[in-house]
């Protein structure tokens, strides 16, 4: 994750006076914004993965789904780049709405997958699973939303993905105090 600044590429211009400093800087806030977003988007993820899949045995089927969620968390930096900087094609909105989305199902996948086989370290209620599960509906409610909004009425929704962590948090604490 500490990589993606790596992103953020400094072009060689000769910048002479302050005034062409801040344009210069201004220039860099959608890159920087969108890497903001890939930072939130993955850094969620890695903690959903540490949160709900704790496993205490896999079997290479289950390392195969953690590998096709691995290939989908990789592409994020480079799907919200493509969001940041060309939001006005549909093919770029696209792609990364079906980046996070297949991200999610895939990790649902591995998230029943281990339930199924056991291979979590300890068995979750039917309550606990319906609370992940309606987290990550909810979590595909808003990529679908944001996709729609970004593209239809301004790039900047883009920036509605830093609820996620915000939601799952919110959804964590009411599940917790149930419990």
């Given at each position: ?16 006076n302050y ?51 691995l ?16 939001s ?29 086989r ?48 915000v ?13």
């Amino acid at each position: 994750m500490t990589l993606l600044v790596f992103g953020i590429a400094i072009p060689e211009l000769q910048i002479t006076n302050y005034s062409d400093f801040i344009t210069f800087i201004s220039t860099l806030t959608p890159t920087i914004g969108v890497t903001i977003v890939s930072f939130v988007l993955i850094s969620s993820f890695w903690i959903y993965h540490h949160e709900f899949i704790k496993v205490k045995c896999l079997n290479i089927p289950y390392l195969w789904l953690n590998i096709f969620f691995l290939i989908c968390i990789s592409f994020i930096p480079f799907s919200t780049s493509l969001i940041g900087h060309y939001s006005h094609f549909f093919l770029s909105e696209a792609f990364f709405g079906l980046n996070i989305f297949l991200t999610i199902v895939i990790f649902l996948l591995m998230y029943l997958y281990a339930d199924k086989r056991n291979f979590l370290e300890s068995k979750p209620s039917r309550e606990e699973k319906n609370h992940v599960i309606f987290t990550f509906v909810i979590l595909m409610a808003l990529t679908i939303c944001v996709n729609l909004l970004d593209f239809n009425i301004s790039g900047k929704f883009i920036y509605l993905f830093l609820l996620a962590p915000v939601i799952s948090t919110i959804r964590d604490i009411q599940f917790r105090m149930k419990s």
